[in-house]
Nanobody, 124 residues
Framework: QVQLVESGGGSVQAGGSLRLSCAAS????????MGWFRQAPGKEREFVAA????????YYADSVKGRFTISRDNAKNTVYLQMNSLKPEDTAVYYC?????????????????WGQGTQVTVSS
């Protein structure tokens, strides 16, 4: 069992930056692929970014490519999402997710564990 706790959300103006963190419990974090998803009001939860356990494979949604960066620190059991050049359409609850596999996927169904989410609001 893995528990995930996100932090770092908040309110910023368009063009600003935020860094989300996701702290994971357990000693197997380094063997898990990790992902970030987001859900805006009235919309389905969508993929944002994912990273393999060894950082050798990283994927981004087209909507955030070039603006967001996912990274991880296995020594700290933490995955990060650096968000730059934020836009109002990035407003959503952001969720961290863990997948007990070395194979990275971009679908919600591929992740077994989820955090409670952190709100990101971008104003124009």
């Amino acid at each position: 069992q893995v528990q995930l706790v996100e932090s770092g959300g908040g309110s910023v103006q368009a063009g600003g930056s935020l860094r989300l963190s996701c702290a994971a419990s357990g000693r197997t974090f380094s063997t898990y692929a990790m992902g970030w998803f987001r859900q805006a009001p009235g919309k389905e939860r969508e993929f944002v970014a994912a990273i393999s356990e060894s950082v050798s494979r990283i994927y981004y949604a087209d909507s955030v490519k070039g603006r967001f960066t996912i990274s991880r620190d296995n020594a700290k059991n933490t995955v990060y999402l650096q968000m730059n050049s934020l836009k109002p359409e990035d407003t959503a609850v952001y969720y961290c997710a863990a997948r007990p596999s070395m194979i990275v996927v971009t679908t919600r169904a591929g992740y077994a564990y989820w955090g409670q989410g952190t709100q990101v609001t971008v104003s124009s």
